[in-house]
């Protein structure tokens, strides 16, 4: 089989040996956008439970109920999506690579063979694992912290948590 491989970017290699797992991708970059929309919620719930705690001239037990609520859910879906997340990366990942190598094999295969009289075979071999490698630190880096950083800005902007919102304790 021989694999056309188009040299417009190492970046559209690797979105050519996604492209079947598009769905997984795009369930593990959910991980860090629920991630970034609840912990601002939850540290604004864990305060509104502190406030509520401390506040002993009006305390009532009634007036945790949505701050304690509010912890526990953002918490349990927090843990829900990244699981899920994680799933989605076991499923993925391992037959990403599979793709990486069988492309980046395939096209070394059909080179003529003064191609490999002038190059060692360490070399090729070496060359093939970096390429595995920029996947494994783009993704990383991806996942792990450019969305995660960009939505946590983002968040921090959009959702308003100052004081005044979400006010149950008063």
């Known amino acids: 089989m021989k694999t056309k491989i188009d040299n417009r970017s190492v970046f559209h290699f690797f979105g050519q040996c996604m492209k079947p797992y598009r769905l997984h991708f795009l369930l593990i970059a959910l991980a860090p956008l629920t991630t970034s929309v609840a912990w601002p919620l939850f540290n604004h719930a864990i305060k509104l439970l502190i406030d509520g705690l401390t506040d002993l001239n009006t305390f009532a037990w009634a007036k945790l109920y949505l701050p304690c609520g509010l912890v526990l859910a953002t918490e349990l879906v927090m843990l829900i999506v990244w699981r ?22 395939d096209y070394l295969q059909h080179h003529h063979y003064s191609f490999f009289q002038d190059r060692p075979t360490s070399m090729l071999t070496d060359k093939v694992a970096q390429l595995l490698q920029g ?30 919102h979400f006010n149950c304790v008063k």
Request: proline fraction near 6%.
């Open 135 to 164: 996947f494994r630190a783009l993704f990383g880096a991806l996942n792990g912290g450019l969305i995660y950083g960009l939505l946590q800005i983002a968040t921090n902007f959009a959702v308003p948590v100052g004081e005044g």
């Open 84 to 105: 899920l997340g994680e799933l989605m990366e076991w499923k993925a990942l391992p037959p990403v690579k599979k793709a990486i190598f069988t492309r980046a094999y």
